[in-house]
Nanobody
Framework: QVQLVESGGGLVQPGGSLRLSCAAS????????MGWYRQAPGKQRELVAV???????NYADSVKGRFTISRDNAKKTVYLEMNSLKPEDTAVYYC???????????????WGQGTQVTVSS
């Protein structure tokens, strides 16, 4: 069994900051890419940021320069530091991880339960 547990969402005023965390636990042989997606009401889920185990990162254009993804491989945790938040950043944020559970097993995508981020005055 593999679990991704997110924390850190909440209500923040425009221009404020939040830090999301996502910890992976369970039967994990290797963690590949870990990232964050978001889904606003009435919209499709979209990639926010992703980080590979080798340290490469990729961001959506809408968050470049404001959000920073980082990971602690020893803790199997990925973080999303969000600064200069805007109302349009309001969404449910989901953690995603590509995990291989055994040496010879397949790499599969796992999702967290989601955490609400609301940017409003």
């Amino acid at each position: 069994q593999v679990q991704l547990v997110e924390s850190g969402g909440g209500l923040v005023q425009p221009g404020g900051s939040l830090r999301l965390s996502c910890a992976a636990s369970g039967s994990i042989f290797s963690l590949n890419a870990m990232g964050w997606y978001r889904q606003a009401p009435g919209k499709q889920r979209e990639l926010v940021a992703v980080g590979t185990s080798g340290g490469s990162t990729n961001y959506a254009d809408s968050v470049k320069g404001r959000f920073t993804i980082s990971r602690d491989n020893a803790k199997k945790t990925v973080y999303l530091e969000m600064n200069s938040l805007k109302p349009e950043d309001t969404a449910v944020y989901y953690c995603n991880a590509e995990i291989r559970r055994t040496y010879s097993g397949p790499t599969q995508a796992y999702w967290g339960q989601g955490t609400q981020v609301t940017v409003s005055s």
